[in-house]
């Protein structure tokens, strides 16, 4: 059983468009987040939501809007898509939001724009 | 704002040797963690050290933290081919994880 799955796991668009990438955990965990991997392999907190609640919002641009339905699942939906979005975008949860947790890691999608 | 910054950057040795590879950081912290990446797959978790924690032990890993110099170690002992990957330090501080640039690590057969 997949722990944190994400889908699609490849996303290949052009500029403007809009998308959505999908994240579900199974493992029961109240934390959920969103990182951004460049390039160069630097990853970077995009977003945390605790209980369905957002608590980490770490300077994105209003373009990128996450959404949790439920503590299971957290979405990322990105409008008007630009070149420097291309990178890896990676979903993780976490037991709780404190110091004693680590973080279980999707297996990654990644986008690509045109 | 990046955190942790891993040295070498890259580091090739041969199975059997032993690996280590250090992290330094900017400001206080709750944990500090290792993550390893293999090639086209997501992170996974090594080993968490707390702060107020010296040195930890997990399997073939050893991680020390020393707080008053703002720097931590990653020991891979009798290093195997499996073990190529890239090796990444994150400090847990203001209930996030702020990344290093991560260290790649080939180990030769």
């Known amino acids: 059983d997949t722990a944190v799955s994400q889908t699609p796991k490849y996303l290949v668009t052009q500029m403007g468009n809009d998308k959505s990438i999908k994240c579900e955990q199974n493992l029961g965990h109240d934390t959920m987040y969103w990182y951004k991997q460049d390039s160069k392999k630097f990853l970077k907190i995009m977003f945390s939501?605790?209980?369905?609640?957002?608590?980490i919002n770490e300077t994105v641009p209003n373009r990128f809007s996450p959404k949790s339905p439920d503590k299971a699942h957290l979405n990322l939906h990105i409008n008007s898509l630009e070149l420097g979005d291309s990178a890896v975008y990676f979903c993780?949860?976490?037991?709780?939001?404190?110091?004693?947790?680590?973080?279980?890691f999707g297996p990654g999608t990644r986008l690509t724009v045109t | 704002s990046q955190q942790g910054e891993e040295d070498p950057q890259a580091l090739s040795i041969q199975e059997g040797e032993n690996a280590t590879m250090n992290c330094s950081y900017k400001t206080s912290i709750n944990n500090l963690q290792w993550y390893r990446q293999n090639s086209g797959r997501g992170l996974v978790h090594l080993i968490l050290i707390r702060s107020n924690e010296r040195e930890k032990h997990s399997g073939r890993l050893r991680v020390t933290l020393d707080t008053s110099k703002k720097s931590s170690s990653l020991l891979i002992t009798a290093s195997r081919a499996a073990d190529t990957a890239s090796y990444f330090c994150?400090?847990?501080?203001?209930?996030?994880?702020?990344f290093g640039k991560g260290i790649t690590l080939s180990v030769r057969p």
């Open positions: 939501y605790n209980n369905k609640e957002l608590i």
């Open positions: 993780a949860s976490s037991p709780r939001m404190d110091s004693y947790y680590e973080q279980y």
């Open positions: 994150a400090t847990y501080s203001n209930s996030k994880l702020t």
